[in-house]
Every structure is written in C-alpha cells, then in structure tokens.
C-alpha cells in the first residue's frame, strides 16, 4: 500500500515537522519514505507544506499532483490543496482556524479542532501534533506505538516540550478512532 499527503499551513505551524515524524516512522518500520519540504522566502507566517509518500513498494516518484491525503492546517491551504485530492481521498481540516469544508462528494473528508486542543492541553503550538495523532488513526499508515516513538526520540533533549508532544499526540489519535 502506498500512502501519498500533502500537509500544509502557515508557517510556524509545524507542518514540516508533522511530515518529517511520519516519514521517520515510515522509516523505522522498514517502509520505502520520501518526505520533501516546501516553505517561501517569508518562513514564518508564510505558507509552508511538504510532501510525504509512504509505501510498502519501491516509490517511482517523489512528485504528487493528486495526492490520496491532505491534511490543511489553515483556510489558504484549504483552498489551494483541498481540490487536489483523489477520489475516494482523506482530506482532515483543522476546524479551529477553517470554518469552511469542502464541497466534493468523491473524498472523505474529517475535521479535528487541532489547535483547541493544543491550547486545551496548555501550548497552541501542539496543534500540528493534535493532526499527526488524528491522521495516524485515520489512516493507519503506521502503527501508533511508532509516532510515539519518534516523538520521544525528537524531544528527548527538549524534555520541557515531551510531555505536551506526546499527550497532542494520543489526544488526536483518540478523538479521531
């Protein structure tokens, strides 16, 4: 099986760390992974995505025009990639900055209050990982145990950001299962 996401938002957001912990996990199963970074000039506050491929198989291409998940993290991406995904896709929507949804009727489409929860949990900054968590339940592309994992692995020398990491994390994942 092959799992093709486009994660985007503003920058800031943590949308490339959101790709970079999954292709990790990808990784540390044993999947094929590609995760390429895209973010403008502005850095912060601007848009930012990046591409993630998961499979099973060998990947022919790192380059995806329709890609089967989008997860948007704030109203322009929503705009920009929801059209992009494929029929019988998963678009999630970050329902606590996007008070809109998509009006096609070929996708599935989920929405998770990604930053309420984060700001719930104590830090607005959690959200991404609020998403990391409801992407993994939705799509099972990796086990749980081994975003939990990489997130431990990744904040060990952050030990003041751990805890919060891990709870966004099994918070997502729970409200999405």
Do not use: H
């Amino acid at each position: 099986m092959t799992t093709e996401l486009i994660v985007a938002g503003f920058g800031g957001q943590g949308v490339l760390l959101f790709g970079k912990f999954l292709a990790l996990s990808g990784l540390k199963e044993g999947k094929e992974v590609v995760w390429i970074p895209s973010y403008g000039p502005e850095m912060r506050g601007g848009t930012c995505n990046c591409t993630v491929v998961v499979s099973e198989d060998p990947i022919g291409s790192p380059i995806i025009d329709s890609p089967n998940t989008v997860v948007v993290m704030n109203k322009p991406s929503l705009a920009k990639f929801g059209p992009r995904v494929s029929p019988d896709g998963l678009l999630l929507i970050n329902s606590s900055l996007i008070d809109t949804t998509s009006d096609r009727t070929d996708i599935r489409i989920e929405t998770v209050p990604a930053n309420d929860i984060a700001l719930e949990l104590g830090n607005g900054k959690a959200a991404n990982m609020v998403a990391l968590g409801a992407y993994v339940a939705l799509t099972k592309v990796v086990k749980f145990d081994t975003i939990l994992d990489v997130v431990k692995e990744n904040f060990a020398k952050k030990k003041e950001f751990l805890d919060l990491n891990i709870r966004a994390v099994k918070k997502g994942y729970e409200l999405a299962s």
